[in-house]
């Protein structure tokens, strides 16, 4: 039988008990969170939560965590951003120089969604986490106004992009952590596996 795979959880700041409960829940993994190397070279990937994206990068740029992930992932380290987490992801961030990882080939717009409607709900057809919609929580999150060729529209809200793939780079706006359903994880957790098992290449 195959050793449990181990799933980070960036412990900074943010909404890091509720990714380690669905971790989990999945029954495929065990979540560890992540502040300093040591714990980011025992997981198989790593769960971005959400948060405050300039809290996190700042505390990524001081501790030189974000240098360390950014390597991993260059070797093929899958990594998954929820909402603070997307925007940590982006390589771009409208009318912002905030500290991130910019691993992504998206161009993001923070709080995108406008004071009135801050926070919402609503279902997110994304047709490779299932047949049925997933339910969309939406927390003063962003939205990708551009994604470049190499990367992968999962779902969209209304004209808006809101779930990404690159490679090994998963990305929502949403946070699929706070319903329940563990699709996205499940998927992500299968992710790291194969990313495991995988010969290195690149
Ligand atoms: N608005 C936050 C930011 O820009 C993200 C919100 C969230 O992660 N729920 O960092």
Redesign the pocket.
Known sequence: MSETIRIGVLGLQ??VEAHCDAVIRTGQAVPVVVRDRDELAAVAGLIL??????T?GKLLDRTGLGAAIAARARSGMPIYG????M?LLATAICGSQQPRLGLMDIEVE??AFGRQVDSFEADIAAPRFGATPLRGVF????YVRRAGAGVEVLASYETRIVAVEQGRLLATAF?PELTGDLRVHAYFVRQCMGAVSAPQIG
């Open positions: 943010g909404d939560p959400g948060g405050e994206s300039t996190i929820t909402c603070a987490g925007i923070r709080n927390i003063r999150a962003p946070h």
